[in-house]
């Protein structure tokens, strides 16, 4: 265990964790974008491009030495509750998985809740995905928190189309049940460090509206993925989000889905975000690089 991981931790429960608790809609999103500024930063020689992908405004990042053409595309669904989050803020962190997985990444702007609830963001995610699809080098879905929730139902949504498979997904600590019921909301509650539970409902009410929080598409633990590409997930044992991890793993593998399932001991929500700051945030960026690596090697091989 690094030096830096009970201190990061100390620093979160004491500052961030009582923010969100209180911050309105307009300042989550403001103080995000600005701690994102100081906090994060991208390795030297990175690339930067503001695009679109079926109509959708995405940021483009590639590291030195990758070419935005080059090998697979990360596709990267932001985390933030459904409400909060840029890709501006997660640029960073996908310059280090795009310097580790030697291939480009784009961030998808999706529609964000109150302003556009449920299926604006599902909608955007999904017309992009739709615009590369077909790339030579394939496409990887990657999301944390709400991104990997949206990651996952994304691919449970090609699936269920019949759509070009990606070659693999990502999910970082993600929101996998809407409904909440893993015991871990409730069990974790105290030692979370970033997410306040209390939060959650509201939130969720904004994004969902009237739509049924068991409906697939908000809630990836009921989808069906008979045949999807090979997922990697993983959370901290201390989330409120463990369950969803490790209860989503559990029904992938049920769903004949080759999983990679990763549970860190007292590691803060999406802690690979904190990357200039932490080894371990470092280290799992690094593993999920040869891990892309490896999925666009057998693409290659077969």
């Not at 974008?33 to 100081?38: C, N, R």
């Not at 069990?187 to 306040?196: D, G, R």
């Not at 369950?243 to 992938?252: F, K, S």
């Amino acid at each position: 265990m690094s030096a830096m991981r009970p201190l990061l931790n100390r620093w979160l429960r004491l500052t961030e964790k009582p923010h969100l608790r209180k911050a309105t809609v307009a300042k989550a999103r403001s103080s995000f974008e600005t701690k994102a500024k100081f906090l994060f930063h991208a390795p030297r020689g990175t690339s930067v491009a503001e695009d679109e992908l079926g109509d959708v405004p995405v940021l483009w990042t590639w590291a030195l030495g990758v070419g935005r053409e080059d090998g697979p595309l990360i596709l990267y669904f932001h985390g933030g509750g459904f409400v909060f989050g840029s890709p501006r803020v997660y640029r960073k962190m996908l310059a280090v998985l795009s310097r580790e997985a030697r291939a480009p990444a784009a961030l998808v702007q999706y529609r964000l809740a109150p302003e556009t609830p449920f299926p604006g963001a599902f909608d955007d995610c999904m017309a992009a995905y739709r615009a590369v699809m077909d790339r030579p080098g394939g496409v990887v879905l990657v999301g944390d928190s709400a991104g990997g929730c949206l990651a996952l139902a994304v691919l449970a949504e090609i699936t269920r189309e019949g759509l070009t498979q990606p070659l693999g997904c990502i999910a970082l600590s993600p929101v996998t049940d809407l409904t909440f019921s893993g015991d871990s909301i409730r069990e974790n509650a105290e030692s979370e460090v970033v997410l306040p539970i209390e939060r959650a409902e509201e939130m969720c009410e904004w994004y969902l509206g009237d739509t049924d929080p068991k409906d697939p598409r908000v809630s990836p633990l009921f989808a069906d993925f008979e045949g999807a590409a090979p997922v990697w997930i993983g959370v901290g044992d201390t989330e409120v989000l463990r369950d969803d991890t490790i209860r989503m793993a559990a029904h992938l593998r049920e769903e004949g889905v080759d999983v990679t399932e990763v549970v860190e001991h007292d590691l803060p929500h999406v802690w690979p975000l904190f990357h200039n700051l932490l080894p371990d945030g470092r280290e799992t960026l690094a593993d999920l690089g040869d891990w892309i690596r490896s999925l666009s090697s057998s693409s290659s091989g077969s």
